[in-house]
C-alpha cells in the first residue's frame, strides 16, 4: 500500500493511494484516530486495507499531499553515512552511526515550497536527498535480526540545511531545523509493497542541474542495524521517522560551493518509492 497524508496544512487527512485517487479513511472510519501516528498504533494493516477498498475516492489531482506523518514524535537523523560523502567533507566514515534531530515541526509536504530564512539568519540553504524510514512498532532495545518487522514502510526526505547555522553552532540541530525544512513523502510505501529498500536509485536535482547521483546499497549502517542502534538509546514510536543519510554531491562541498535560489526547484527521487519536487521560494 501507499499511505498519505492529505489537505490543508495543520488539518491533513490519512488516505490510500487508489489507482488515480486517495481513500479517505477519515470519511469512512470516523473513529479512527486522525493521523497516521494513530491508525498504526491501534489498527493492523490489513484493517486498513480492508477499510480503504470501501472508503469514497478522491481524486488525487484535485488535493494537496502534506508530509505522511505531519505530527511524529521524532524526526532522527543520520550524518555520513555514505562512504563518498565522507570523502567529499575529506573526513573518516563513522565508526558508529552519528545521530542528530530535525524538530518535526519542519516537515512539509512533498510539493509544498521550501521558503529561504531571512539573510540575516542563513544565507546558505543546501539540499540532501534521502531514504527515510517509518517506524510502524513500538521499539526499544531490539537485535538487529528483528528490527525490519518493526518498519511500517519507507519515503523520501529531503533533508534541506542551512550551513550557516549548522557550522556556526558546530551541532547540527538550528540548522536542520528551519520551518519547511524537511520535505517528505509523497507517501509511505508500506513494506508488504517493498521488503527491503536495499540497492535503490538515489537523485536530487536543482532545477535543470543534476547535483546527486547516489545508491542505497552504498549506506556505511544498514536499514536494520539503525533501528537496531537507535532502539539501545531511545524508544521508537509509530510514525517516528529515521532519515539514514545523503550520498555526496551536496553544494556545499562543491568548488565553489552553491546553495539554493529562489525560484529554482528541488526534486528528490527514490526509486520504487517516489519524488519530491519542491520549489525554493
Known amino acids: 500500500m501507499r499511505l498519505v497524508s492529505f489537505g490543508e496544512p495543520g488539518r491533513e487527512r490519512p488516505g490510500v493511494i487508489m489507482g488515480t485517487g486517495v481513500a479517505d479513511l477519515a470519511a469512512a472510519r470516523p473513529a ?18 480492508a477499510v480503504a477498498a470501501l472508503a469514497p475516492v478522491i481524486s488525487l489531482d484535485s488535493v494537496r499531499l502534506g508530509p505522511p506523518v505531519p505530527d511524529p514524535s521524532k524526526v532522527i537523523a543520520l550524518g555520513l553515512n555514505y562512504r563518498d560523502h565522507a570523502a567529499e567533507q575529506k573526513k573518516e566514515p563513522p ?28 544565507t546558505r540553504v543546501d539540499a540532501e536527498a534521502e531514504l527515510c524510514i517509518v517506524i510502524g512498532r ?5 537485535p538487529e535480526v528483528d ?27 538550528r540548522g536542520k531545523s528551519f520551518d519547511t525544512f524537511g520535505p517528505c513523502g509523497p507517501w509511505i510505501v508500506t513494506r508488504d509493497e517493498l521488503p527491503d529498500p536495499s540497492g535503490l536509485s538515489l537523485e536530487a536535482d536543482w532545477g535543470e542541474h543534476a547535483m546527486q547521483r547516489g545508491n542505497t546499497r552504498d549506506l556505511i549502517f544498514s536499514v536494520p542495524f539503525t533501528v537496531s ?13 529515521i532519515t539514514t543519510g545523503t550520498p555526496a554531491g551536496v553544494g556545499v562541498f562543491r568548488d565553489p560551493p552553491v ?13 520504487k518509492v517516489g519524488e519530491l519536487r519542491n520549489p525554493v521560494l
Open 259 to 271: 546553495f539554493l535560489r529562489k525560484g529554482e526547484t528541488v526534486t528528490i527521487r527514490l526509486e
Open 138 to 142: 513500538p521499539a526499544r532495545e531490539i
Open 32 to 49: 479512527w484516530p486522525s493521523s497516521w501516528r494513530g491508525i498504526i498504533a491501534a489498527v493492523s494493516l490489513a484493517e486498513v486495507e
Open 147 to 173: 528490527a525490519m518487522d518493526y518498519i511500517l514502510g519507507w519515503t523520501v526526505m529531503n533533508d534541506v540545511s542551512g550551513r550557516q547555522a549548522q557550522y556556526g553552532d558546530k551541532q547540527f540541530f
Open 95 to 122: 565508526t558508529a552511526p552519528l545521530l542528530f534531530c530535525k524538530a518535526p515541526s519542519c516537515l512539509i509536504g512533498p510539493y509544498d515550497p521550501i521558503m529561504l530564512p531571512h539573510p540575516s539568519v542563513e
Open 229 to 241: 542502534y537507535v532502539s539501545r538509546m531511545m524508544t521508537l514510536l509509530p510514525g517516528d521517522l
